[in-house]
Structure formats: structure tokens, C-alpha cells
């Protein structure tokens, strides 16, 4: 069994930055992709970051330049630096894993508000 532990959302102004972390726990070793998604109130949950084994990392379109993911493979975590935040990046942000096949593993969520 997989557990996601997310960290770092909150509120910050335009312009500002935040660093989301995700912690994980249980075995991995089959992962085929890992990463963030986000989903605002009435929307989709929509994907933010991903990394895809061997190693291709897939941005949307709406941060690319913005956010960068990272991943320590010693501390199993995969981070979310988010720079340069726009109010439309307001949502509950998602870290995910998957280990081969739907749904995968999802973490509680962590909420991102960026206002003035």
C-alpha cells in the first residue's frame, strides 16, 4: 500500500511563490508515473507536473516556466516549486502516484489560495 503525505499550500499574493511537498511511503518500485494535479472549485482535476518512468517530465501549458517538479529518491518525495503564482492557479493541489493502472494512489489534497 502507497500513502501520500502533502505539504506546503497556503495563502499567498500574486507574484509570490510556494513550495509543495509530497511525502511517500510503501513500495514504489513499479511506478510508472508520479507527480501533481490540480482541481478548482467546478472543475476538473486537471494534471500540473508529471514525471513518467524512465524520466520524461510533462508541465501544462498554463505553468510551464513557472513551476518546476523535483524528486529525491532517497527521501521518496516529489516536490512542486511554484513560482510567479496568477490567481487561476488558486485550487486544491494533489500529488499522485501510480504503480501501474487506474486509479493509482492520491494524496488528501492541499490548498493553494493566491489573492491579494
Known amino acids: 500500500q502507497v500513502q501520500l503525505v502533502e505539504s506546503g499550500g497556503g495563502l499567498v499574493r500574486p507574484g509570490g511563490s510556494l513550495r509543495l511537498s509530497c511525502a511517500i511511503s510503501?513500495?514504489?518500485?513499479?511506478?510508472?508515473?508520479m507527480g501533481w494535479y490540480r482541481q478548482a472549485p467546478g472543475d476538473q482535476r486537471d494534471a500540473v507536473a508529471i514525471?513518467?518512468?524512465?524520466?520524461?517530465?510533462n508541465y501544462a501549458d498554463s505553468v510551464k516556466g513557472r513551476f518546476t517538479i523535483s524528486r529525491d529518491n532517497i527521501k521518496n518525495t516529489v516536490d512542486l516549486q511554484m513560482n510567479d503564482l496568477k490567481p487561476e492557479d488558486t485550487a486544491v493541489y494533489y500529488c499522485?502516484?501510480?504503480?501501474?493502472?487506474?486509479?493509482?494512489?492520491w494524496g488528501q489534497g492541499t490548498q493553494v489560495t493566491v489573492s491579494s
Open positions: 499522485v502516484v501510480n504503480t501501474g493502472g487506474p486509479p493509482g494512489y
Open positions: 510503501g513500495d514504489i518500485s513499479r511506478l510508472a508515473y
Open positions: 514525471f513518467f518512468e524512465p524520466g520524461h517530465v
